[in-house]
């Protein structure tokens, strides 16, 4: 290391992680705001502006041959001119970088360092892109921190999601879910106060101004739903709140593919399904059974991987 590299180092500013760990700590009950935080100190500008050609090119010189350690990977990126306007740009060539079997384990050790140790958005959004593709259970507690600066939320999730469905969902809400109105429910979502997640569960607003396809899948994810309803049989109305979550994930005009990708889908339509009879005659519930049985019949249900015979019976 050269002398004024030397200096630099020296020099250098907190991690990011560490950051986002003092912004948490900061916030009310460690829960981040609405939109999350913003991890930009100052504007990190290249004196030129690369065109998108030549940031392509800078990146994939930067990755090659694939650096050693954190330190290596800033020193590039700062000499080729790359900052956190090239942040998509990184994210799309680390996921296209090849990885023989040889290389994966150093790659995963330079995703934990970068997300642990990353000073710049740049270097950050390599090491998360490293682990969407190689991430282990011990990393979540790192993504989940990174995650609330709304920067790197959708890496961050991305990764989480392959390792923690859950816990993507409750950094997601965390972030994305906007409305006053659902935030006592994000709050103890995050803090993970079980006894007051059914309570707030059933307490907000459901009307689809609130409840988009995508909220109302990550609210089903991050309160683990199906075993809620286990723990609470006799609770009807988390079932009639059940119903409509299913009926928003399914909604044509929001994006019904929410449906399709929500793992727990056929265990929440056969726990609705099962328990409809004791749901109190309201129009509500009339309403939220017709839509269900309409969505398994000839909406987007009937996509769902269902076992021979069942979808009808239910129907």
Do not use: K
């Amino acid at each position: 290391m050269s002398a004024q590299e030397e200096r630099d180092a020296l020099t250098l500013p907190p991690a990011l992680y560490d950051q986002a760990l003092h912004y948490l700590r900061d916030s009310l009950d460690g829960v981040p705001p609405r939109r999350g935080f913003s991890s930009s100190r100052q504007p990190e500008p290249s004196e030129v502006p690369l065109s998108r050609e030549e940031a392509r090119s800078a990146v994939r010189d930067a990755l090659n041959p694939l650096p050693e350690d954190s330190a290596t990977l800033h020193r590039r990126f700062a000499r080729l001119g790359m900052d956190r306007r090239h942040m998509h740009l990184i994210r799309s060539a680390v996921a296209d970088l090849p990885l023989p079997d040889d290389q994966r384990e150093p790659a995963r050790s330079l995703g934990r360092q970068l997300t642990r140790t990353g000073t710049t958005g740049a270097a950050v959004t390599a090491g998360l892109a490293l682990l969407i593709r190689l991430g282990e259970p011990e990393d979540i507690p790192y993504l989940s921190v990174l995650a609330v600066f709304r920067e790197f939320t959708l890496p961050a999730v991305d990764a989480l999601d392959i390792l923690d469905r859950r816990r993507a969902a409750v950094v997601w809400l965390a972030v994305y879910a906007r409305r006053a109105e659902l935030r006592p429910l994000v709050r103890v979502l995050w803090t993970g106060d079980q006894e007051a997640i059914c309570a707030e569960l059933v307490a907000f607003p459901a009307e689809p101004r609130f409840l988009s396809s995508t909220i109302a899948r990550r609210i089903a994810e991050a309160a683990r739903l199906p075993d809620l309803l286990d723990q609470h049989p006799s609770d009807t109305p988390l079932l009639a709140r059940t119903g409509r979550l299913l009926v928003r994930m399914g909604c044509s005009r929001d994006d019904p593919t929410d449906l399709l990708v929500y793992r727990e889908a056929l265990t929440l339509y056969e726990s609705v399904a099962t328990r409809a009879r004791h749901l109190p005659p309201t129009l509500d519930n009339h309403a939220t059974l017709l839509s269900l049985a309409l969505d398994m019949s000839s909406g987007s249900g009937v996509l769902l991987d269902w076992p021979p015979g069942q979808r009808v019976t239910r129907v």
